[in-house]
């Protein structure tokens, strides 16, 4: 039996890895840990508010002995459109979209480093019992701060990984 085939498709996969010698993860930097977790999050009042800042302090693994580095003020817009009306014109399925707009400052200076918006857009059954409605929207609510959360802890990950610079006044 020969071991060729088989040796030569371990030296290929081996090969084909091997062009990957550039490749570094996003938090292989100790600076973007560091920076992210040097953020103070301002986010609006409200439910949804304080939802989506507390997903971003456990994304950005806040350092609460810490003075920030940076602040983010946030801006929610949150709309809710019934999808699946029954014949009675009841909706049985409704669709949240959830909008944060940002702003990350420097907190020395107080010059806008970065800015962005990110969308989220989910679905969630509706209950004809109130109770079961009201958890529906709420876990739909808690969903999407969390997705926001996590698309902009991606973006300020890769702009401080692409080593970002502070904007000046």
Same mark, same amino acid.
């Given at each position: 039996?020969?071991?060729? !085939? +088989?040796? +030569?498709? &371990?030296?290929?996969?081996?090969?084909?890895?091997?062009?990957? *010698? %550039?490749?570094?993860?996003?938090?292989? /930097?100790?600076?973007?840990?560091?920076?992210?977790?040097?953020?103070?999050?301002?986010? !609006?009042? %409200? =439910?949804? %508010? #304080?939802?989506? $800042?507390?997903?971003?302090?456990?994304?950005? *693994?806040?350092?609460?002995?810490?003075?920030?580095? #940076?602040?983010?003020?946030? $801006?929610?817009? /949150?709309?809710? #459109?019934? =999808?699946?009306?029954?014949?009675?014109?009841?909706?049985? =399925? #409704? /669709?949240?979209?959830?909008?944060?707009?940002?702003?990350?400052?420097?907190?020395?200076?107080?010059?806008?480093?970065?800015? %962005? *918006?990110?969308?989220? /857009?989910?679905?969630?059954?509706?209950?004809?019992? !109130?109770?079961?409605?009201?958890?529906?929207?709420?876990?739909?609510?808690? $969903?999407?701060?969390?997705?926001?959360?996590?698309?902009?802890?991606?973006?300020?990950? &890769?702009?401080?990984?692409?080593?970002?610079?502070?904007?000046? $006044?």
């Amino acid at each position: 039996m020969s071991r060729t !085939p +088989a040796l +030569a498709a &371990v030296v290929a996969a081996a090969l084909a890895l091997g062009g990957c *010698a %550039g490749f570094q993860p996003l938090y292989g /930097e100790a600076a973007v840990v560091k920076n992210l977790a040097a953020i103070q999050v301002n986010a !609006p009042s %409200g =439910r949804t %508010g #304080y939802l989506i $800042r507390q997903h971003l302090d456990d994304a950005f *693994a806040k350092d609460h002995s810490a003075a920030p580095a #940076y602040t983010m003020d946030l $801006r929610l817009g /949150e709309a809710r #459109y019934p =999808r699946g009306v029954r014949i009675d014109n009841v909706a049985t =399925r #409704y /669709e949240y979209i959830l909008t944060a707009s940002y702003a990350l400052r420097a907190t020395a200076t107080g010059a806008v480093a970065k800015q %962005g *918006a990110v969308r989220v /857009e989910l679905t969630y059954d509706s209950a004809d019992q !109130p109770y079961a409605s009201i958890s529906a929207q709420q876990d739909a609510q808690d $969903r999407a701060a969390e997705e926001a959360a996590r698309r902009i802890e991606q973006e300020l990950a &890769v702009w401080l990984a692409n080593g970002a610079q502070v904007a000046r $006044r």
